[in-house]
């Protein structure tokens, strides 16, 4: 008696599957795939930022900012929603790290304004005035409200604001060296 299988082959007269019965070497990981983690992050870290970027100046709800920013972030790096909470932790955490690159990036803007600045005066003024007006101010002032006292959170703020704070120290520094200022 012949048997034939669901997709209708005479199991009695066709030849068993073969199947691939090496062992492969375990794959070691290779040199980028930390920079592989770490550009997963930084894709969906930039498509947060810009999507911030995009929502009014003046919505900086942060309950609206971290329910859009997780599905549509996600989407917009081309990743899955859960890839979220894999690389930072959880939303708020992905809203504190976005709203820092921001202001990270328009510290552009500081550099720009101290360089017309021709008296140690005008330097601190024109970085204050500057400072204040940067568009990513309100939404790391709301993300430093997300942060507080959630443990996993303050530590994205520590980091961050670790890291403003190296920079805008080495910036003061070498700019008042190099024009002989006092501060």
């Keep these: 008696m012949n048997s034939i299988d669901p997709i209708g082959v005479d199991a ?10 090496r062992r492969r070497a375990p794959r070691s990981r290779s040199p980028c795939a930390k920079s592989t983690i770490s550009s997963g992050s930084a894709r969906i870290r930039d498509a947060a930022s810009e999507l911030f970027i995009r929502s009014s100046r003046h919505d900086v709800s942060v309950a609206v900012a971290v329910a859009v920013a997780v599905a549509a972030a996600a989407a917009a790096a081309g990743v899955y929603p859960n890839q979220i909470t894999h690389h930072f932790g959880s939303k708020d955490a992905l809203f504190i790290d976005a709203a820092f ?13 101290a360089s017309r600045a021709k008296t140690v005066t005008a330097f601190r003024a024109l970085l204050a005035r500057t400072a204040l007006l940067m568009p990513s101010l309100p939404k790391a002032v709301s993300a430093l409200g997300v942060a507080g006292d959630s443990h996993d959170a303050s530590d994205s703020v520590e980091r961050n604001l670790d ?21």
């Design 101 to 113: 690159a921001l202001l990270l990036r328009d510290t552009a803007r500081l550099r720009t304004a």
């Design 163 to 183: 890291l403003l704070f190296a920079g805008s120290e080495r910036f003061i520094r070498d700019r008042t060296a190099r024009n002989g200022w006092s501060t």
């Design 12 to 21: 009695s007269t066709s030849p068993p599957p073969r199947f691939n019965t």
